[in-house]
C-alpha cells in the first residue's frame, strides 16, 4: 500500500471514533444538566443513568434516582434535548425514605 492510500484509510478511519467521542461528550453534557436542574430544585442527585432505550436521535434520556429537600427518595425518567439545556420529567415516583442524621 502506497504512502498515500495509507493516509487515506487513516483518515477515514478516525472519522467514526471521532463522530463516537463527539457523541458520548453530548450524552455527558447532557447527563450535567439533569443534575444541575435537579440542584436548582434542592435536589440532591444519587443516580443519574444514561438510558439507550428511551434515547430518540434528537433526545438524550436518562434514569434518575435522587432525593428531595424532605428526604423523600424519588425514581424519575427525564429526556433532554441534544442543543438544550431544559430537562423534561415524565415519570417521578417516591420509592423511600432518606435517613434522618440528627435521629
Same mark, same amino acid.
Given at each position: $500500500?502506497? =504512502? /498515500?492510500? #495509507?493516509?487515506? /484509510? %487513516?483518515?477515514?478511519?478516525? @472519522?467514526?471514533?471521532?463522530? /463516537? ?6 450524552? &455527558? ?7 444541575? =436542574?435537579?440542584?436548582?430544585? @434542592?435536589?440532591?442527585?444519587? $443516580? ?5 432505550? @428511551?434515547?430518540? %436521535?434528537? &433526545?438524550?434520556? #436518562?434514569?434518575?434516582?435522587?432525593? !428531595? #429537600? ?5 425514581? /424519575? ?12 420529567? $415524565? !415519570?417521578?415516583?417516591? @420509592?423511600?425514605?432518606?435517613? =434522618?442524621?440528627?435521629?
Amino acid at each position: $500500500m502506497s =504512502d /498515500a492510500k #495509507f493516509i487515506v /484509510a %487513516r483518515n477515514l478511519a478516525l @472519522i467514526p471514533c471521532i463522530v /463516537a467521542v463527539l457523541w458520548s461528550l453530548a450524552i &455527558t453534557l447532557c447527563r450535567e444538566w439533569v443534575k444541575r =436542574d435537579l440542584r436548582e430544585r @434542592i435536589c440532591q442527585p444519587i $443516580m443519574v443513568r444514561w438510558s439507550p432505550v @428511551i434515547t430518540s %436521535r434528537i &433526545t438524550c434520556a #436518562f434514569k434518575v434516582i435522587y432525593s !428531595d #429537600f424532605r428526604g423523600q427518595v424519588h425514581r /424519575a425518567t427525564c429526556r433532554t434535548p441534544w442543543y438544550w439545556k431544559k430537562v423534561r420529567w $415524565m !415519570d417521578d415516583e417516591i @420509592i423511600g425514605q432518606t435517613e =434522618d442524621p440528627t435521629s
